[in-house]
């Protein structure tokens, strides 16, 4: 459990950063894309904190994950309605 991140790049584009803060998954065109597969990665590794950054590197938004109960077997692409409830969930908090 730990703290994972999403940040935006300056090409409009976002990262996914794990806890420490040193390794990056690819990025992604959307801001709601990144925070889909965040949440998935921070399911499968126990669930914890996904914090979203702003430009000068501070949290603007915390969520909560739970733990997945199939770690492992979801992907980001295919959340759908999910990712959508996720996104739509996240921009409240802005």
């Not at 990144?34 to 904190?49: C, P, R």
Request: glycine letters at 8%; hydrophobic letters at 40%; proline letters at 9%.
């Amino acid at each position: 459990m730990g703290r994972w991140y999403i940040r935006p790049l300056a090409d409009g584009w976002w990262k996914i950063l794990s806890p420490a803060k040193v390794q990056a998954a690819a990025p992604l065109p959307t801001e709601a894309q990144a925070f889909a597969a965040a949440y998935v990665m921070v399911g499968d590794e126990g669930g914890g904190e996904l914090a979203v950054l702003a430009d000068d590197e501070q949290p603007c938004c915390v969520h909560q994950v739970p733990p997945t109960s199939s770690p492992y077997c979801t992907t980001a692409a295919g959340f759908g309605e999910d990712e959508q409830r996720l996104a739509a969930a996240h921009i409240r908090c802005r």
